[in-house]
């Protein structure tokens, strides 16, 4: 699987299963994560299985959402260069009637801060709390449980009136990757048709009396001057991760600091908007199916990145 940075725009899909024939749910974003209107289909190309499949129809659809921020809370939330509580916040105010939001944190274990039944108000109340002075933290955090954790807060499926369902991880991604959870991960996303979308940023560590320390080198004394100084050296925010999950799942990473208010703002409008293309294919067991733009919309849309994940093994076109 392949991706690169710099994420300016992103497709997500999810087979819908009809004798004959197979739809494909793809939500396009722009580099603003604003969705991309007026796509037709002669904008995409489709492979399944490595075979080009045409898309006969789209139709544009605006959905419901169930979106979970998952919050790592084992640096300060004011992690380095990029503050969430704020963007969350002001997500969460941006529902729509029918959205549901919830919002967990994680460092060593994860917790529910506010269910999907809880209030703007709540969750606003809840954030405050988290940039509290002296809040403890809790060791290292540990991203694939949390993720476990938040796939069970969403409610069930509901098969008539299907809802478009997403975790949005903050993270600074420290925990080591581990090959064999990650594709466990992936595909308990994938069956309960869930996206991950990353916002990863630099933490913002500490010194030793507590304080927050925005410059990354560490500075020793001189040579025998009896000073003993020691402080921790900021983790590596470039580990992978939860790269492979998120792509693989469709989601999209977001690393520069610049942009990460925007992303996280913008999750439940980016996450409403999609297309169902559909294909002339059994759908049957796909191994893998990508997506992609031809040329003359990727001429309009230059930077763009087209995920199309199908399993562990889910390929991602550029």
């Known amino acids: 699987m392949t991706f690169r940075s710099g994420l300016a725009a992103a497709l997500w899909m999810c087979p819908l299963v009809a004798a004959g024939s197979l739809s494909i749910d793809v939500g396009v974003t722009d580099r603003d994560f604003s969705p991309v209107p007026g796509l ?9 299985d ?5 898309v006969l129809s789209l139709r544009e659809v605006t959905a419901t959402v169930d979106l979970v921020f998952l919050l790592d809370v084992s640096a300060e939330p004011r992690m380095r260069g990029f503050n969430f509580l704020n963007p969350v916040s002001a997500a969460v105010r941006a529902k729509k009637p029918g959205d549901g939001a ?4 994680f460092d060593a274990r994860p917790r529910v801060l506010v269910p999907f039944a809880g209030s703007p108000r709540e969750v606003d109340a809840g954030l405050r709390a988290l940039a509290r002075p002296g809040r403890q ?3 290292k955090a540990r991203i694939y449980e949390a993720i476990e ?22 993270t600074h991604n420290e925990e080591d990757p581990v090959e064999a959870r990650s594709d466990a991960m992936l595909s308990l ?9 990353g916002a990863v940023a630099e933490r913002f560590d500490m010194d030793m009396r507590g304080r927050g320390d925005p410059m990354p080198p560490v500075r020793l004394p001189p040579p025998n001057s009896g ?3 020691v402080k921790r050296r ?25 942009r990460l208010d925007a992303f996280v703002n913008s999750a439940l409008h980016r996450l409403r908007h999609s297309y169902v293309l559909n294909l002339n294919d059994d759908p049957g067991e796909l191994r893998s199916v990508t997506v992609d733009f031809n040329p003359a919309a990727r001429a309009r849309h230059p930077e763009a990145i087209v995920h199309a994940p199908r399993g562990a093994d889910a390929q991602v076109s550029q």
């Open 227 to 229: 000073v003993q100084t």
């Open 189 to 197: 996303l994938n069956q309960a048709r869930i996206v991950l979308d």
């Open 50 to 54: 490595g075979a080009p499949r045409k």
């Open 149 to 170: 954790a938040a796939v069970k807060l969403f409610p069930a499926h509901d098969t008539e009136h299907p809802r478009r369902r997403a975790i949005l991880v903050v």
């Open 40 to 48: 037709t289909p002669a904008d995409f190309v489709v492979r399944v």
């Open 102 to 105: 919830a919002v967990m944190t």
């Open 234 to 258: 900021p983790r590596n925010a470039d580990r992978h991760t939860i790269d492979p999950i998120v792509y693989g799942s469709g989601g999209i990473a977001v690393r520069d600091p610049a």
């Open 137 to 139: 933290i809790i060791g």
